[in-house]
């Protein structure tokens, strides 16, 4: 089994910048991916981005592009997105998951909130 640990939401004027975080722990294999995925009030759960442990990265949201940042520490298996110049539109929860050996691990979700 595989543990996720999101953080780092919050409130925040639009424009601003947040970071959030999600720790990975359990049996976390040495290949894997890790993403983000957030879900607005009435809405869907959409895909942001994802990284692979060998550092191959895919901006799904193309709303996202220029703006948000995704990275990751193996070491620590942990997987970071860099919130900036933030909108009211990406007010939602924010879920981290992992994948590995063909099994999908989601975290419970960190709100972020953009006020105008």
């Known amino acids: 089994q595989v543990q996720l640990v999101e953080s780092g939401g919050g409130l925040v004027q639009a424009g601003g910048s947040l970071r959030l975080s999600c720790a990975a722990s359990g049996s976390v294999f040495s290949t894997n991916t890790m993403g983000w995925y957030r879900q607005a009030p009435g809405s869907t759960r959409d895909l942001v981005a994802y990284m692979t442990t060998g550092g191959f990265t895919n901006y799904a949201d193309p709303a996202v592009k220029g703006r948000f940042t995704i990275s990751r520490d193996n070491a620590k298996n942990t997987v970071y997105l860099q919130t900036d110049s933030l909108k009211p539109e990406d007010t939602a929860v924010y879920y981290c998951?992992?994948?590995?050996?063909?099994?999908?691990?989601w975290g419970k979700g960190t709100l972020v909130t953009v006020s105008s």
């Open positions: 998951n992992l994948v590995q050996a063909l099994t999908t691990y």
